[in-house]
């Protein structure tokens, strides 16, 4: 990635945070897809279907299980698990649309399986011919802050923006979901008629998460800018798309991730370019 503090600009490693599908399956039948940082993964499908009221202990799980889900390569994923429920457990409803779908920033919705993730956007974001001075990336932060009218009176809640190219604040919206916020701003260029959302850049008060990326890349947005850190799945998916993810968007520096071209260096800025594979290790401060 390139990261860029200050005058001093440098391409190195970054690590980031996992992030992947997660699909639950009851007696072999789908049931949900959560986003997930992979780990404790028997501990999560039991909390799930408990706090979804398929489960009321232990008990009434007779087992559960990987299933064999393959990479390209063959290799297990260890991304669906398949639970037993006991005799006398009555599965959940599914037949009138009521399916259960979640994700690691609260919503995942409408996808029934982990094949239907990476729905497949129909506009051409990796040919948008956006370019984005980095002053006017680094600006972007307080911008979105100075719009957040129901943030300044609860200090709770999330928020999205669409900008064009110089910086101008065409859409904010509010919402305690990350996902709704992106959701309601689309919704508006949706409303207006003027999806491809082309030549914009998305905002977003938090971190960006796979599903956030997926968003932007459906409105056919070609930047994806955020105040905190991106997943790997974020990152993956927007190489594979052509979107500029950007993360840790604050102060006088930024992490871009991926398609950095997009981003317009000052006249004469030079990158110290490392080649080493060690990783990264320099830290980052909390987002307040």
């Not at 981003?263 to 110290?272: F, K, M, R, S, T």
Request: charged share 20%.
């Amino acid at each position: 990635m390139l990261r860029i503090r200050g005058a001093a600009h440098s391409t190195r490693p970054d690590t980031v945070a996992a992030e992947e599908p997660l699909e639950i399956r009851l007696g072999g039948t789908p049931l949900a897809v959560t986003m997930r940082t992979p780990g404790d993964d028997f501990d999560l499908v039991h909390g799930f279907l408990a706090t979804e009221a398929v489960i009321a202990s232990a008990d009434d799980v007779a087992g559960l299980r990987y299933c064999n889900s393959v990479d390209a390569e063959g290799r297990n994923t260890y991304n669906v698990v398949d639970v037993d429920l006991a005799p006398g457990v009555q599965p959940p409803d599914t037949a009138l649309d009521r399916n259960f779908y979640t994700s690691s920033s609260c919503g995942v919705c409408g996808k029934a399986s982990i094949d239907a993730i990476r729905t497949k956007t129909r506009h051409d974001v990796a040919g948008d011919g956006l370019r984005v001075p980095l002053a006017t990336l680094l600006a972007l932060p307080d911008r979105l802050r100075a719009a957040q009218q129901v943030f300044d009176k609860t200090g709770g809640l999330h928020a999205a923006g669409l900008f064009t190219a110089d910086g101008e604040l065409v859409a904010l919206r509010e919402d305690v979901g990350r996902h709704n916020a992106v959701d309601k701003v689309v919704g508006d260029g949706v409303r207006a008629g003027r999806l491809p959302l082309a030549g914009h850049v998305l905002m977003v008060s938090g971190r960006a998460s796979f599903e956030l990326t997926q968003k932007a890349a459906m409105a056919g947005i070609p930047v994806l800018a955020a105040v905190s850190a991106p997943s790997s799945l974020a990152v993956e998916l927007a190489a594979d798309v052509g979107i500029t993810l950007v993360g840790f968007l604050r102060g006088d520096g930024c992490n871009v991730y991926t398609c950095t071209e997009r981003i317009v260096l000052p006249d004469g800025a030079q990158e110290a370019r490392r080649t080493s594979a060690a990783r990264d290790t320099w830290g980052e401060p909390p987002v307040p």
